[in-house]
């Protein structure tokens, strides 16, 4: 069965940072990639950052710069740490494992994508 457990969301000032964990458990770590998104109320979910499973990484225009996506094969975790914070940052963030189709880096299947609860990011002074 397979986990995602975000943690290290909650209320930051303007200008403030957080960093994001999230674990995972029930799938082989090293071969998923993981990604960070987000969903603010009325709005669609949006891909904030993503690491691959040999470590390259893309980033969401609004994150480049502030936001760093990084991996920890042993403790299967992965996190986010976001500087500079705005009220546009915030919302609930989600945690993804997804294991594309061989040969893909485009298609997978829907049993190999996974979603975390989320955990609320609050960007207020």
């Known amino acids: 069965q397979v986990q995602l457990v975000e943690s290290g969301g909650g209320l930051v000032q303007p200008g403030g940072s957080l960093n994001l964990s999230c674990a995972a458990s029930?799938?082989?770590?090293?071969?998923?990639?993981m990604g960070w998104y987000r969903q603010a109320p009325g709005k669609r979910r949006e891909l904030v950052a993503r690491?691959?499973?040999?470590?390259?990484?893309n980033y969401a225009e609004s994150a480049k710069g502030r936001f760093t996506i990084s991996r920890d094969a042993a403790k299967s975790m992965v996190y986010l740490q976001m500087n500079s914070l705005g009220p546009e940052d915030a919302a609930v963030y989600y945690c993804?494992?997804?294991?594309?189709?061989?040969?893909?880096?485009?298609?997978?299947?829907?049993?190999?994508?996974?979603w975390g609860q989320g955990t609320q990011v609050t960007v207020s002074s």
């Open positions: 993804n494992a997804r294991k594309y189709i061989d040969g893909s880096t485009t298609a997978w299947y829907p049993e190999d994508d996974n």
């Open positions: 029930g799938i082989i770590f090293s071969i998923y990639h």
């Open positions: 690491i691959a499973s040999g470590g390259s990484t």
